[in-house]
């Protein structure tokens, strides 16, 4: 099991709060903060403990480069307020802005960061597209000559362990409630609008209620009818032995992908391969992913029967609000890493790095990642339970985009106007026949 730094409860259970949200991963602690940061009286209740999920798992990225041109936008208003939110908080987040290095030597990717280039500064954005030449002092040394790359030094990283906790702290400071081993176990509705939050501490009343609940929102959607194409994708990453300080911010190389960890080690994965237990949900769901499952993406994914079948977050049993839920039974996901993906990466990057010749794998560690069938997450309202609203389904970039997430998602409870366009993230998307786009850039 994974540690991330500990958050203490709020010690009276309240019975009511203006807005109630359900998840204390990355993006609902950040929507806790920005709600308690506008005066928003605001509950925030996990089923386990904050950031114990994916929100503490991820790889620590934080980029805006090679984002769907859909998420750029959200994308650079997060790498601002990461900027902005250690001294609001006065916690130190783990963020520096230390720059993001892509290299390649295959034709197909250097044509797409090309591209992509091109479309970003439309939007206003710079990334640099680098030459064989170019990149070669920026690799690290000994490796293979790559033919291309593309580089961003406003992208940075952070520490998973930290983030999550360091918000919820400062939502707690702004007056936001936390409580933490609470599952939400359902809505509460009242004249079909949502008035209040079932948990198994009792009932929580609220006029709006927000679902951040990553991996579990499709089956707590499920439960009240209502249709969240999610699947999840089991990312496995580890933590690197103490390394020669040769990456300094982050690098994604051959089959490989590193960050530099304040503790002197990497953090170490493969992007784009996972697995995917088999369960009710995501077979449901498969249809709508069919696509990805086709293409480069699918490629790189295991497919498995396994114990998540009857009672994981895809399961398909329902439950009674005053009886035991799924969600107290798994207080915290906690998948098995793949030990395959752990020995081709340590293999791909004492490959491309001769310096890690002797790097070994302390830790590793998986994560179940809440996937969309265009990789774009929903952040909507839903239309048939007025007060009820979604920001899950974040397909690995709720990380980096969690503190802008958490402002869009607050404009959209307090009926601000929104700081962006939000229909690439409404819900309906997938059901008003509106063409799913093929993914591009992951």
């Not at 929100?55 to 090679?66: E, Y």
């Not at 081993?181 to 948990?199: D, I, P, Q, Y």
């Not at 890690?356 to 996937?371: K, L, Q």
Request: charged content about 25%; hydrophobic content about 40%.
């Amino acid at each position: 099991m994974l540690r991330v730094e500990e958050v203490y409860d709020t010690p009276e259970f309240s019975g009511a709060a203006d807005v109630v949200v359900i998840g204390a991963g990355i993006v609902g602690t950040a929507t806790a903060y920005e709600l308690a940061r506008r005066g928003v009286s605001v509950a925030l209740v996990d089923k386990g403990i904050v950031g114990g999920e994916q929100s503490g798992r991820n790889w620590g990225w934080v980029r805006q480069q090679n984002r769907d041109m859909f998420e750029l936008p959200l994308a650079m208003r997060s790498l601002r307020r990461w900027g902005e939110l250690t001294d609001e908080i006065q916690i130190d987040l783990g963020f520096r802005r230390e720059g993001i290095l892509y290299a390649s030597n295959e034709a197909k990717n250097i044509a797409q960061w090309e591209a992509w280039c091109k479309q970003a500064r439309e939007i206003g954005f710079v990334s640099h597209l680098l030459s064989s030449a170019e990149i070669s002092s920026r690799a690290p040394r000994g490796g293979p000559r790559y033919e291309g790359g593309v580089w961003s030094p406003d992208d940075g990283r952070a520490e998973p362990s930290r983030a999550a906790p360091a918000l919820a702290e400062g939502a707690k400071r702004r007056g936001a409630l936390l409580y933490q081993n609470c599952a939400a176990r359902g809505l509460e509705l009242s004249g079909g609008h949502v008035s209040g939050v079932w948990t198994e501490r009792g009932l929580i009343k609220a006029s709006r209620v927000v679902c951040a609940g990553g991996a579990w929102s499709s089956r707590f959607c499920q439960r009240h009818g209502v249709e969240l194409p999610a699947v999840n994708v089991v990312g496995t990453a580890m933590r690197t032995s103490v390394a020669a300080n040769v990456v300094n911010g982050c690098f994604n190389g051959p089959d490989f992908a590193l960050r530099r960890r304040l503790d002197g080690a990497y953090t170490l994965a493969i992007p784009g391969f996972g697995r995917i237990d088999l369960a009710p949900l995501g077979v449901k769901n498969a249809l709508k992913h069919y696509r990805n499952y086709r293409n480069d993406i699918g490629k790189k994914l295991k497919y498995r029967l396994s114990k998540p079948w009857f009672e994981g977050p895809e399961a398909s049993a329902s439950w009674e609000f005053d009886q035991v839920s799924p969600f107290e039974r798994c207080r915290v996901l906690d998948p098995k890493p793949d030990l395959e993906f752990v020995r081709i990466a340590l293999d791909n990057v004492k490959r491309a790095i001769p310096e890690f010749s002797d790097m070994r794998v302390v830790h590793a560690w998986a994560g179940a990642i809440d996937t969309t069938p265009d990789l774009i997450p929903v952040i909507s309202d839903v239309a048939r339970l007025p007060g009820f609203f979604l920001a899950t389904g974040f397909s690995g970039h709720g990380f980096a985009m969690g503190p802008a997430a958490g402002e869009l998602v607050a404009d959209m409870v307090t009926g601000a106007e929104p700081m962006m366009d939000i229909s690439p993230y409404r819900l309906d998307r997938f059901t008003d026949g509106t063409s799913v786009k093929v993914p591009e850039m992951m």
